[in-house]
Nanobody, 119 residues
Framework: QVQLVESGGGSVQAGGSLRLSCQAS?????MGWFRQAPGKEREGVAA???????HYADSVKGRFTISKDNAKSTVYLQMNMLKPEDTAMYFC????????????????WGQGTQVTVSS
């Protein structure tokens, strides 16, 4: 069982920045970030492989950057130019094979960290 521990959520004004971190208990091929706003389905935000191949949802391209430190089994999500519509619970997830921002195939999930963006 892979354990995922997220940190870095918080509240920020529109246009601000936050950085999320997620440490896995082992190094795993693909780690991603998902988010879920109240009343909405969970959606993929970004994902990255061990070989630093990155995937992004269209809604965050140019504003969010995902990166992975394999030595620390940690994935980061740098979120810039935040908008109120980015407000959601953000979840880290991991999968051992293939990689995408589609939630199918992710076997391991963190508990989530809240991101709130005020206008």
């Amino acid at each position: 069982q892979v354990q995922l521990v997220e940190s870095g959520g918080g509240s920020v004004q529109a246009g601000g920045s936050l950085r999320l971190s997620c440490q896995a208990s082992i190094n795993i091929y693909c780690m991603g970030w998902f988010r879920q706003a109240p009343g909405k389905e969970r959606e993929g935000v970004a994902a990255v492989t061990t070989y630093e191949t990155m995937h992004y949802a269209d809604s965050v391209k140019g504003r969010f950057t995902i990166s992975k430190d394999n030595a620390k089994s940690t994935v980061y999500l740098q979120m810039n130019m935040l908008k109120p519509e980015d407000t959601a619970m953000y979840f880290c997830a991991a999968r051992p094979l293939s990689c995408s921002v589609g939630k199918e195939g992710y076997q391991y999930w963190g508990q989530g960290t809240q991101v709130t963006v005020s206008s």
